[in-house]
Structures are given as C-alpha cells and as structure tokens.
C-alpha cells in the first residue's frame, strides 16, 4: 500500500530522537528491544510463559495469535502496566522489567492500548496534548507536534474541538494513534489496529503506519487481521497460549502451511 500523501513523523519522533541504540554487526540495525524468558499474568494467573523477542531499529513487526494467546498482556507487560514475573525486558540492552509505565514512556516506549483508552469527555486536541505531558516542551514545539498529527490525519484536524468520545471508532484510532505518537517514540506499540473498522479506515491506518516506518519509527503492532499483518510487516511472532510458537520473516510465514491452516481458514488452500 501507498504511504498517505504529505504525512510525516512528529518532531523527534523516530530512531534518532533518544540517542544510540546498542551495538549492531556493521550494516545490521542496532537492537532496540530484547525479551528473554518473560513470564507475566494476572492475579494467580500466569499468561505468559517464556516469551523471546527481539526488534531491531526500523522494524515493522506484527505479532499474531488467537484471542485469549497472550499477545495483550506482552504489549502490557513490556509498558509496565503488567508486572513480570521472571524474565527480562531489555530497551537499548538496559533492563526495564522493573520500570512503571511512566518511566518506559519517557524512555522511548509508546503503548496505544486495545479500546484506545481516550479521555472521552476531552476534545481530540486536549487528548493529543495529554500525550505529551512527560516531555515538557515550549508551546510552539507542541503546537508543531500537533500540526504534524494533523498533518498524518487530516480528519482530526477537523475534528480537533470535538469530544473524542463522540467520534467514530476510525477517528478514536487516529486519535489514539496521534496521541501515542505525541510522546516522540522510538517505538511504536498498537495493540489490535483495525478492531471494529472498516476495510476502507483500515487501509488508511495501514497506509499511515507504512509512512511513519518508513520515516524512521520502529513499530510492534498486533492485529487481528493476519493476512494485513503478515503483508505490511516485515518480521512476526506468532502466539498461543502464552508462548511464542513461530517467528520470522512475515512473507515466510504468509507461505508456512501450518500458519496459513490456523490463521487464514479457507485461504489456506488458494
């Protein structure tokens, strides 16, 4: 898909924008986040067992799975909103497995949740603006910012007055998304992108993330929609039952039988 025509990345927003990442082998992506042997759940309840993962500088991963397979708790677990239990979650080869959300925010790590989470009662330009409040930057630097969302979704601009508890789940995702972004990321988090969207608003969302990777912005995203994922990313998980079952370069396991079986249903054949 096409990259959404004049959208750019806010300022500071990208690989550059928190210093160097780790050491990488000449011409390979320094390494930005690494998980090794994560185990993280709820109350008694342990979801996730023995999680590795790792994403490099530029990446654009999709992580797939059945609902109920853990993919949720992996995004909450590395933003600190789930505690670990055993394990490590490494952010430029430094340990954030005992971080609280606000430090792995202002550390580079941007987590736009599941049901977007917005303040409902708040304009679409206050809620963006609420993503920006651990940078502390002059007006004019966050009135740019702004501009630069605006520039990405042209709909929220027009909506920037409205309640975005009072807009279509399309633009709450935009917004979502634009606020995410406010914080100036290394990565990117989306957890389930197109979740109750249309075709159409989905591919706008599609094209829109393409752009912001392209620009620089490393992305983890989860989405229901195996087939989208696996063809707009470049690298995937697959999870089930807390476990990372296979993983590697997305167009290899668009063509892995056993993923297509599991995952496309009656495509698995054509």
Request: with cysteine; aromatic share 4%.
């Amino acid at each position: 898909m096409s990259a959404a025509p004049g959208s750019t990345l806010p300022a500071g927003t990208g690989s550059a924008s928190r210093g160097s990442a780790g050491t990488a082998a000449a011409g390979e992506p320094a390494e930005l986040l690494r998980i090794e042997g994560l185990q993280s759940g709820y109350g008694e309840v342990t979801v996730l067992w023995g999680v590795d993962l790792s994403i490099r500088e530029g990446d654009l991963t999709a992580l797939i799975g059945s609902n109920g397979a853990g993919k949720s708790t992996l995004m909450r677990t590395i933003s600190g909103l789930v505690k670990t239990r055993a394990g490590r979650i490494l952010w430029r080869g430094a340990p954030i497995e005992r971080s609280d959300p606000a430090q792995v925010l202002a550390g580079g790590v941007a987590h736009v949740p599941e049901g977007r989470r917005l303040f409902g009662a708040m304009s679409v330009e206050d809620n963006l603006i609420m993503g920006a409040y651990l940078r502390r930057v002059p007006r004019a630097e966050l009135a740019r910012d702004i501009d630069r969302v605006y520039t990405l979704f042209p709909r929220l601009a027009e909506r920037r007055t409205q309640a975005a508890g009072t807009m279509s789940g399309g633009e709450q995702q935009m917004c979502a998304i634009g606020r995410g972004l406010m914080s100036a990321p290394t990565l990117l988090m989306i957890d389930e992108l197109s979740l109750g969207l249309s075709p159409l608003l989905v591919e706008q969302l599609v094209e829109a993330l393409l752009a912001l990777n392209r620009a620089g912005l490393t992305i983890l995203v989860v989405e229901q929609d195996v087939m989208t994922a696996l063809e707009v990313s470049r690298t995937a998980y697959v999870m089930d039952t807390g476990r990372i079952v296979r993983s590697g370069a997305s167009r290899e396991l668009l063509d892995d039988p056993a993923v297509r079986r599991a995952y496309l249903g009656a495509l698995a054949d054509d």
